[in-house]
């Protein structure tokens, strides 16, 4: 489960990394090449859930806390139709605890509009089928350009680091002072980089060290911050990473559920990596958006009456009480998902702060 990667026992392979000079070997991959496609064949044919567990996976409480979020802020969005928008939706269990949350709030379920952002064809199946009882006409999207431009609320748990990320490695030897990892095979070799980010400009880093940039995240946060900035809106985004930017290789694989070596059976393993909330939450103010947080998954939840939602649970089917109890546990406690977990929200510039910052 991602939670695994919570512990932080994230064991490193040992590999030797080869230096070589400008010449690119025509097998050689950049690292964000490598993991885009490595993840695209992984969610295409694997079963990601037979190798880790997610939030709304572990608690019911998750996805009906973030459905009350969406209705308070639906509050503050113009009067009519509102797109409810999810990237990465895996099993579609978030979306439906929250729909049926929604359903107790009086006229909103009529103007929703779900769509969601899936690029597989499997998971699209089990979403729709997830889905199917409540009443609404889910829109599926392979990327977040098709999403309609009106009033919207944006929901990304866990879809942020299966996103392909570069890694810069600090080198004084070398003209521009960074060289950057390629996949070679099962190893990693280093070429001078170039092409580089404007967000590496940024980064501070000992020689030796790592430095993670992900273009596919930024271009998320970018996104994001240009369709609040011209539209009314608010995203909420939870994964797991630091809140300040921070050099280290935070790239880790998963396969039949356990830590696996990144490199090796790309396709059969989840990849993953670190958000870099801090860069994120730049780059959508750079183009727009207002930004709140991140604050720690354990005191958005706890922020939001998880715990008094839990005690309702409970006296409702108490011999379900001690299972409800160790989800949200797991959610919050400090040493499981509580804290390693962030939650960074994005709004339209004139809007309220939102519920949990
Ligand atoms: N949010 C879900 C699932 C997280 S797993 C949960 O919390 O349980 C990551 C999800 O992102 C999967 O649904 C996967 O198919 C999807 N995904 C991965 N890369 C993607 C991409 N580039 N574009 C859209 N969806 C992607």
Known sequence: MREFRTLSLRKKYKRSVMTIGE???????????????????????????????????????????????????????????????????????LMSDALRLLQRVPDIMAAIEVHLVETSPRLRQIQKEALAAFDIKPVWHDRIESLP???????????????????????????????????????????????LPAELLLREAEEGEIVEISPAM???????????????????????????????????????????????????????????????????????????????????LSELGASARLEQLCRAAPDQAATLRTGLDRLMAPDRMGHLFKVLALTSPNMMKPPGF
């Open 23 to 93: 010449k690119t070997e025509m097998s050689d991959e950049r690292l964000d090449d490598f993991m885009g496609r490595a993840n695209a064949t992984y969610y295409g044919n694997c079963n990601p859930f037979s190798d880790f567990i997610t939030s709304p996976e572990i608690s019911q409480i998750f996805g009906e806390i973030l459905g009350g979020w969406v209705a308070v802020v639906k509050q503050h969005l113009p009067r009519g139709p509102f797109m409810l928008a999810e990237a990465g939706p895996g099993r579609g269990t």
């Open 218 to 300: 930024l271009h998320v946060a970018e996104w994001l911050g240009n369709r609040l900035k011209n539209g009314m809106g608010a995203a909420l985004l939870i994964d797991y990473g630091p809140s300040r930017s921070a050099p280290g290789d935070s790239l880790q694989a998963l396969h039949n559920g356990r830590p696996a070596d990144p490199l090796m059976k790309p396709g059969e393993a989840d990849l993953t990596v670190h958000v870099d909330f801090e860069a994120i939450g730049r780059k959508a103010s750079s183009a727009g958006a207002r930004c709140f947080g991140p604050v720690t998954q354990g005191n958005f």
């Open 149 to 195: 431009a009106m009033p919207f609320v944006f929901l990304g748990n866990e879809f942020l680091d299966a996103l392909p990320v570069r890694q810069f490695v600090r080198c004084s030897e070398v003209a521009c002072g960074w060289k950057e990892r390629w996949v070679r095979g099962e190893n990693f070799v280093l070429h001078e980089a170039s092409d």
